[in-house]
């Protein structure tokens, strides 16, 4: 067996149309670009697929910075091709466009390597630990009485994991309203269901600190919030390891954070009891391992960030597959992106699980009619 498979090309597709708001103060249209799908096309006839978290147009120009590393390279190879591209780009600057690019890549790169050997990716990480994860819906926080109706509809479609999000949680500095939130959507979650809140403090202006987060994270205890995410702003890592260590819910973050470098001094001082890469951004599926891996060391727990689409839910459940200790992955509820790009939904078991795809790859399946609603250009996606 010839086990070279040259790079022959890497193109990016923007998505457009149905862009999900992301809560943010200065939030996105549905026609704005958050995320691309990046096919990596090789010699041999196999194309793998991959997902950005940024502007598709930012990954097109990064992938012309980057096709002198990537071109001609063994696509059977996506840990050393990946870690090429970073070792040769980290002066034009790390964590940036180029990195959440080579994430896209590298998703794309382990999706041929299992089509190649006929292998799903979580059994080419290490096997399968599990066949199925819980996905938590990933909701935008509104007004109480839209927040419980929403998250019982989510429930009637049997999801039994929720989390909250953005909206106008802290900030608009009314507690009573911070609180009739949370209230709200447990009603609507029901009390045997799993919630957490995450308040987006990496949003432009977040106008709360430490003493907020730390009387915010005193009620989120009375409703059984299974953690607290992003309560402070993303930098400040000082008034992180003090909220880890008073708050009676555990904390989570890193969803900002790029490349495992940037996760070690958060895990050296003890700033998470959950840390949250996201694949898309952080480097791909080699580099989060890597960090999950390094998080297990610490004792930290991991549960990656999969604020994206369906090849990034597709790769996080793969990941899932392989990781000790890890039975959760994100699901954005109502986008597009995520269950209407695949020849077959993601699909509920009755106890609101997903059995993690064994086919090969990251065994999802684009459709090509589905996905030309949201690519203009949606040939360079395949090669006929």
Known sequence: MDNNLKITAVEAAPLFGDTP????????????????????????????????????????AALKVLERF?????????????EKMHQNTFWMGRGGTLTHTISGIDIALWDILGKFTGMPVGQLLGGFTRRRAQPYCSLLMEQPAGMRDLLAGYRDRGFRAFKIGWGPFGRVDDVKLDEAIVKAARKGAGDDSKLFVDAGASDANWPQGLKWAMRTAEMLRDYNVGWFEEALRPDAIDDYCDLRRASPVPIAGGEVLTRRQSFLPWL?????????????????????????????????????????????????????????????????????????????????DDEGYLTIPDRPGLGVTLDRDKLARYVPDVAVLFRD
């Open 268 to 348: 050296v001082r003890g700033a998470f009891d959950i840390v949250q890469p996201d694949c898309t951004k952080v480097g791909g599926i080699s580099e989060q391992r890597r960090i999950a891996w390094m998080a297990d060391e610490f004792g930290v727990r991991y549960v990656g960030h999969g604020w994206n689409t369906a090849l990034g839910l597709a790769a996080d459940l793969q990941l899932a597959a392989a990781l000790p200790n890890v039975d959760l992955v994100e699901y954005i509820g109502g986008s597009s992106y995520v269950d209407g790009i695949t020849e077959e939904p993601f699909r509920l």
């Open 70 to 82: 990537y071109l001609h390279e063994n696509a059977l190879e996506p840990q050393r091709v990946s």
């Open 21 to 60: 708001k992301g809560g943010w103060s200065d939030d996105s249209n549905p026609g704005d670009s958050l995320h691309a799908i990046v096919a990596v096309h090789t010699d041999g006839g196999i194309t793998g697929y991959g997902s950005v978290y940024t502007d598709g147009r930012l990954v097109q």
